[in-house]
């Protein structure tokens, strides 16, 4: 079994920054290099956007929407998975959850149901 939990969400003005950090315990250990996971954002009840990830290691290319803006990192000894937010816009506002699965990406990894384990989210509000 894999908990993951997210922190850092909050309030910020158009033009600011934000980090959001996720950690992950149990049965998972970065340091293998084996596990894919991604950050997904999501508004009400519409589907999960994907907006970022990593796969055993190596950063995947992020969401259209997100790039030069957003970043994602992993910090291995702790288990925990960051994605900096600079320069967030108000369509950034939602909720904000990290996925993981076990086992390096597929081509399916941009879908939210490609992964098994899930945090509760954070919530991001952007105002201009």
């Known amino acids: 079994q894999v908990h993951l939990e997210e922190s850092g969400g909050g309030s910020v003005e158009s033009g600011g920054s934000l980090r959001l950090s996720c950690a992950a315990s149990g049965d998972v250990y970065m340091s293998t290099r084996n596990y894919c996971v991604g950050w997904f954002r999501q508004v009400q009840e519409n589907a999960r956007e994907w907006v970022a990830g990593?796969?055993?290691?190596?950063?995947?290319y992020p969401s259209a929407s997100v790039m030069g803006r957003f970043t994602i990192a992993q910090e291995n000894i702790r288990n925990t998975l960051f994605l900096q937010m600079n320069s967030p816009k108000p369509e950034d506002t939602g909720t904000y959850f990290c996925a993981l699965q076990s086992g390096r990406c597929d081509s399916n990894y941009r879908s939210a149901n490609a992964y098994v384990y899930w945090g509760l989210g954070t919530q991001v509000t952007v105002s201009s």
């Open positions: 990593i796969d055993g290691g190596s950063t995947l």
